[in-house]
């Protein structure tokens, strides 16, 4: 068996880790647990040393963000398969064995993602990541089981293993050699959508990113950086602009670039009407960052990209004209 490492971020989340660590020292002894600390100024690592002696902790010299945060860290952690567990999760008992079991029968296999579910309401699914992620043609982001605001009830239709495009960053298991063989994720992105450009570049190297319906935690969401957030809003539409730039086919890169813009800027108009104004300020701020940095991220560009990287056209259309409020056979293309 595959030895195991739960890295837990943290910044000034002590209260988050009383909250929730314990359930990760009870219901995982297989793996060795580590709390990558992004230089709090709380009292989080004192609270770790005292509470969890067990636990190992690793400080990075400043706020790092996710991207970098871990990217830091994880260069001292030598175990064969990276459990990047957010510190708002609770975790249940068996969380780890289907896990690892998925991984031991497909070495193509190279990130699995759980089923996770909302700790606020638990019998739904959560907002970041669900059962499994998916992009449309123009990079806009949906799981089976929450597409926009539309969050379904888990009734056991995703108790299934599935291949999907990409894992929650709430809930991310990689392989170790996998994430060092791609460099980790983009530090440019610094929090927001790095999974994805990380699962992204994967496929592109012909491996898996996998859903395992088995494995179950419960995710806040939200607990660091809420979801009305315009610093979220400029984080998810600069960094998912960055990441087309960098894995859509040569051939479509354009056209298909065009119309993202175009679609944001119909988002920027819906947010004026809405009386949103900082919202608005967010898209255009990100388009502004995609444009500074426009030729960083074209120098980027792996040597493979793949066409057929969509579940479908967009999501736009199905959701608001089509009426595809869930994932149902209005999505049955494949990979």
């Not at 495009?165 to 959508?193: M, P, T």
């Amino acid at each position: 068996m595959k030895s195991i490492a739960v890295v837990i971020l943290n910044w000034n989340g002590k209260n988050l880790l009383e909250q929730f660590l314990p359930s990760v020292t009870k219901y995982s002894p297989e793996a060795t647990i580590y709390i990558a600390d992004n230089a709090s100024t709380d009292d989080s690592v004192g609270y770790i040393r005292a509470a969890y002696p067990e636990v190992k902790i690793i400080q990075n010299k400043g706020n790092f963000g996710y991207a970098k945060g871990y990217n830091e860290a994880l260069q001292e952690v030598d175990e064969d398969i990276y459990a990047l567990v957010n510190s708002d999760i609770e975790v249940t008992q068996n969380w780890l064995q289907p896990i690892l079991s998925l991984f031991e029968q497909d070495n193509e296999t190279a990130i699995i993602q759980p089923k996770i579910l909302d700790y606020k309401n638990k019998n739904h699914f959560e907002y970041a990541g669900a059962a499994g992620g998916f992009i449309d043609k123009y990079g806009l982001a949906f799981c089976r089981g929450r597409i926009f605001d539309t969050i379904e009830e888990d009734k056991g239709q995703y108790n299934d293993t599935a291949q999907i495009f990409w894992a929650s960053g709430a809930c991310f298991f990689i392989r170790k050699e996998v994430y060092r063989k791609l460099n980790g994720f983009d530090e440019d992105f610094f929090a927001h959508q790095e999974e994805i450009d990380l699962c992204w570049r994967a496929y592109n190297n012909n491996l898996k990113v996998m859903y395992c319906g088995e494995s179950v935690v419960y995710h806040v969401g939200g607990a660091t950086l809420n979801t009305g957030s315009p610093r979220k809003t400029f984080l998810n539409y600069r960094n998912s602009l960055w990441m087309m730039l960098k894995n859509l086919p040569t051939s479509k890169l354009f056209p298909v670039l065009f119309l993202r813009l175009s679609q944001d800027g119909i988002s920027g108009i819906r947010h004026v009407f809405k009386g949103e104004f900082a919202h608005l300020w967010a898209i255009l701020k990100s388009h502004f960052y995609f444009y500074l940095k426009f030729f960083r991220f074209i120098n980027k560009r792996g040597s493979k990209q793949y066409h057929n990287y969509f579940r479908v056209k967009s999501i736009v259309y199905l959701y608001f004209i089509r009426k595809g409020k869930i994932f149902d056979k209005k999505f049955n293309n494949t990979l």
